[in-house]
């Protein structure tokens, strides 16, 4: 290869020097033939044939060739200096020797050749061209030549002088080695051990140059490496030697440099590549049997086995070393089993992320302490999480998710020191309990940036939901952290952020993995009622990042000024945070965490009815100085607010979660105890009311129904009801009624005989009690669980309470009065069968009665009964059909509207549309907010009978909204658009597909230039109903379902 940038003379005759060593190694390399056309010449015989040949040429060109002395007298010269080479009798080894002193040559050629660079200055008019090249670089060709060269001179010198189980056996690398196997003369001089220690030694030497260095590791390390530990590390004989066989065996200056070169290079070359050679080395290759089928090859041996595990764990504990393993074992391995599917590739790279992960936790021998080790490794583990590499980001996440959770298995302290507190730090920072440093903390200071805060959630996913094993450091090292997290959790909600989904699931499963005492601490915290909990600092605050993150910051302190503002911010978050709490909740019924902290809130309602407020009375104010008199203010303040958020608490549970929050028996039987409880205490403060009662009803029947037969009871079950003995006591001690004195005895005895023993009134009350939910007996008690009837009594017990007050405070203890109750579902039945004459005939006189309240009843009540399929009704239906139209025509809208509710919208449905779009065009605002609120009413109930009104429905929607000048107007155009999407639900896709879009371009518009808060918010309404309505659309709800196909 010419030389850039330099003259002839000098540099001419180096370079022709370069070119001719690359010649003469192609010589050497030449395909020959052995000169016969026999058939019985055999692939051995050519091979030696052609390798012969090749040196005779070569020696011919040195000879008779003037223009190759140069490279002769550079080869003689460099094969003094290297004593170590000399010919043999094996046609091999003289061919390994010579291809080696070429190497050499070819070495100093290019040291000599830079050394004499001397590049130009850089051409300023041309600033883009590219420097001149050093002339010791070589093309592409070149650098093929000189890779056949160290092919030949690894599988000639190298490869043949392993021992069985060292390295991979030419036999299973191509048919050439399998032949090459065989040709090899070992008995020749010079000895076997000697020819691979030259070999090693002076590839090592020619790779001192960069260039060449590169081309023999990136292909021959394993080779090398192999070589190199059969010669300093394999054990020798003890016994004396012989003369003769000492000149075989090395001297331990000479095992020491193998040991020293075979550091250096594995020090020196892309660790991945390192890691991947020595385990190559340590596990030996699978062998192609004669069979054609696979079969493993000779084990390596044990000396082998533990040299190779100690290099690895030298590379494993150097800088980036767990990187470095990963890489070799995944980029080595290839991406799974090679022609399988695609599960079976993910499959075999789960399994070897997991094998390497077991690896990284299991601390080598050589270390000096497990501490010393695991302190250098984890950080690195926490480093797999953030790699850029999006090729192979997942299986490096896996790795470093396994070894987090094994070594939390195995070592918890060292885990909890060197991996949970660096991962969750950020979050740790902002604790209420952590001091805050005071330099450089002004208000607006981050304290936590977006991407440590971004870095912490996700590592915490990954390891706690993704890896989801829930071991107790995992869990104990969250819990600190849960207030923050939920903190953070409630700020996402009200802004997009990436974090918010991550958060949510975080919190979910820590509180489905919890023990119950935690998980119902941990919300109380949650929600307040705990200020010991461990939360967010009052001088850190949430505030959002520019990519989607969030930073956390220092909040300014707050003035006198702002009190009232700041007053309102902190109701708004805590009310918000109810919400978001409620939220948590409804997702874990399944687990059962929502009824037990249903049930400590019942327990908590108990305890605010028990609270004397005489009990916080004071002595008079002139005997308490003016600090107690604070204290104290503070002391009641404090209980009333947590009173107000009980109670808030408790209805909001009561409202968001379904009658499937009991999830066993355990919890019936507690949430039976504490309404018990909390009658019990209203009896001891003589505070009965009619909720009380019915409370108490309710509950004594919801034993009864356990009692009865609707629950299959074991003994463990009477063992668990048993703690309702001592209040079923206390109300038949305590109760004024006899009934429930007797019924809470019959229940003490039926519970502590488990059954064996049970009166009639337990049967009649749970029966009585089943009736309320079903009055016409369709339950089946084998079939009722036991959170059905809870949660049903639950809904009872609130409309029970409203009817005590209505009926002017009838018996509580009815229901269970079998009398009553038999009285009361058979006047059930009876007037669903049959209604009286004189009753319709009443009914129909009414109809047209001239007092409006009367006749608007008398509709309504005839509009029952057709919806409930009266028999005599329906004989009737012409007539009724008659007085509805004539009372459509009425000018009280209380008649008309009461009118309207029979099933004859659908028939008229144009001319009440056409008439109520006419109205909206009246002079009178109030003419046109009712015309719109009818608009709506009949919208709703028509569905598909819609029909190509829509359009028209839907411009005059939009004129209204847009060019109205009455508030009240704009409000009603856009609420029937809110009863439009409340109405059609599903099908809303369906019936407004054509106007669909412009309704919601309508609600944009509305949102972003409506002036009035109460329309906009009715707009904001809406796109949430529509929202609701298109996710269900496109992500429709996954039902599994089995279909029996009978073939023909």
Known sequence: MAAHGEPGGRGALETCGLERILEALKLLLSPGGSGSSSLQITKHDVLLATLQSNLSALEEKFLKDPHWKTLKDLRDEIAGTAECLQNSVDVTWTFTSQTLLLLLCLKEAMLRLAAGFRPGEPNRSTPEAAPALSPDTLSISQQKTVQSVLQFVVTLGICPYLLPGVGVPLRCRTDFGAVVQDVVCVNAPPDVTRRLYTTCRLLLNIAQHASLGSLIFCRHLGDIAAGLCQLGFCPTKRKPLKPVEEAKVLKEEERALCKGALRDILDQVYQPLAVRELLILQGGPPQPGPDGKTQFGSRAPAWLRRLCGQLLSERLMRPSGVQAVVRGILEGAGAGAAG??????????????????????????????????????????????????????RQFQRVATTAFITISRERPQLAAEYLLQPVLAPLHRCLNTAELPERDMGPGTILVTEEELSRCIEDVFKVYVVGNEPLTVLLDSLLPVLGVLFSLYCFTKQSVSHIRSLCQEI?????????????????????????????????????????????????????????????????????????????????????GLAGDFFIFCLKELTQVAVEN????????????????????????????????LVLQLTALLCERLSEQIFTNFTQVVDF?????????????????????????????????????????????????????????????TTYLDPVIQELADDLRITIATHGAFSTEAVSVAAQSTLNKKDPEGKIEANQERPTDVAGSHLEQQQSNANSSHQAGRKPAHAALIPQEASKAST??????????????????????????????????????????????????????????????????????????QGDMVAKYREPLVHTFLRGTRDPDSAHRASSLSNLGELCQRLDFLLGAMIHEVTACLTAVAKTDRDVQVRRAAIHVIVLLFRGLSQKATEVLRDVLKDLYHLLKHVVRLEPDDVARLHAQLALEELDEIMRNFLFPQQKLEKKIVVLP
């Not at 509180?511 to 601490?521: D, F, P």
Request: include cysteine; glycine fraction near 4%.
């Open 340 to 393: 399988g599917t695609d599960a079976e590739v993910m499959a075999a790279d789960w399994k070897k992320c997991d094998s390497i992960a077991k690896i990284l936790a299991s601390c080598p021998q050589q270390s000096l302490s497990p501490e010393s080790y695991y302190k250098d490794i984890c950080p690195q583990i926490l480093d797999l999480f953030h790699l850029p590499d999006k090729l192979t980001v």
């Open 507 to 591: 919190l979910l499963w820590t509180l489905r993995n919890l023990e119950k005492k935690k998980a119902v601490a941990s919300l109380k915290g949650f929600a307040g009622l705990d200020e010991r909990a461990p939360s967010l600092h009052s001088l850190c605050g949430f505030r959002a990042a520019n990519h989607g993150g969030i930073n956390i910051t220092i909040q300014e302190a707050v003035s006198e000024e702002d009190e009232d503002e700041a007053l309102y911010q902190k109701v708004s978050s805590e009310q918000c945070q109810l919400e978001h709490l409620g939220d948590l909740l409804v997702q874990c019924q399944e687990c």
């Open 613 to 644: 407020e005489a009990g916080f009375q004071t002595r008079p104010f002139s005997s308490k100085s003016l600090l107690e008199l604070e204290q104290h203010h503070t002391l009641l303040a404090d209980g009333q607010a947590r009173k107000l």
């Open 672 to 732: 039976v105890g504490a309404t018990l409880q909390r009658a019990c205490a209203s009896l001891a403060q003589q505070a009965e009311s009619p909720v009380e009662a019915q409370t108490l009803s309710m509950a004594m029947g919801l034993v009864a129904v356990m009692l009865g037969g609707a629950v299959q009871l074991k003994s463990s079950d009477f063992a668990v009801l048993k703690q309702l003995l001592p209040l079923l006591e206390r109300v038949s």
């Open 827 to 900: 006047t059930v039945k009876q007037r669903s069968q049959r209604i009286p004459a004189e009753e319709l005939q009443e009914v129909l006189l009414s109809a047209y009665d001239r007092q409006i309240p009367t006749r608007a009843a008398a509709l309504r009540t005839l509009s029952h009964w057709i919806e409930q399929r009266e028999g005599k009704v329906l004989e009737i239906k012409e007539k009724l059909l008659k007085i509805f139209l004539e009372n459509l025509e009425h000018e009280d809208t209380f008649v008309y509207l009461s009118a309207i």
